[in-house]
């Protein structure tokens, strides 16, 4: 089992910065995945970036440029800092650890709400 503890988020005006972080709690192997996820009002949860523990990343194109994914293996941490942040980010946003075992098991945090107000 994993358990996965975020915190930040929070309401920031259209141009600001946030930042979200994720430990992930239990049992942790160093090759599996970890990233973030968000899910706005009316939408289907979608991609927003992930990281594999050897610094591969993965971005949705709406966010390249502005988002930033970091990892810390040792701490089993995942950081997603953004920047330049637009009311279309607004969504609650969900950390995943992604166990890479055949089929993959996902594993998803409580979510933390992001507003940005225009």
């Known amino acids: 089992q994993v358990q996965l503890v975020e915190s930040g988020g929070g309401l920031v005006q259209a141009g600001g910065s946030l930042r979200l972080s994720c430990a992930a709690i239990?049992?942790?192997?160093?090759?599996?995945?970890m990233g973030w996820y968000r899910q706005a009002p009316g939408k289907q949860r979608e991609l927003v970036a992930t990281?594999?523990?050897?610094?591969?990343?993965n971005y949705n194109d709406s966010v390249k440029g502005r988002f930033a994914i970091s990892r810390d293996n040792a701490r089993n941490t995942v950081v997603l800092q953004m920047n330049s942040l637009k009311p279309e980010d607004t969504a609650v946003y969900y950390c995943?650890?992604?166990?890479?075992?055949?089929?993959?098991?996902?594993?998803w945090g409580k979510g933390t709400l992001v507003t940005v107000s225009s």
């Open positions: 995943n650890y992604k166990k890479l075992t055949r089929p993959p098991i996902d594993y």
């Open positions: 990281i594999t523990s050897a610094g591969s990343t």
């Open positions: 239990g049992s942790i192997f160093s090759g599996d995945a």
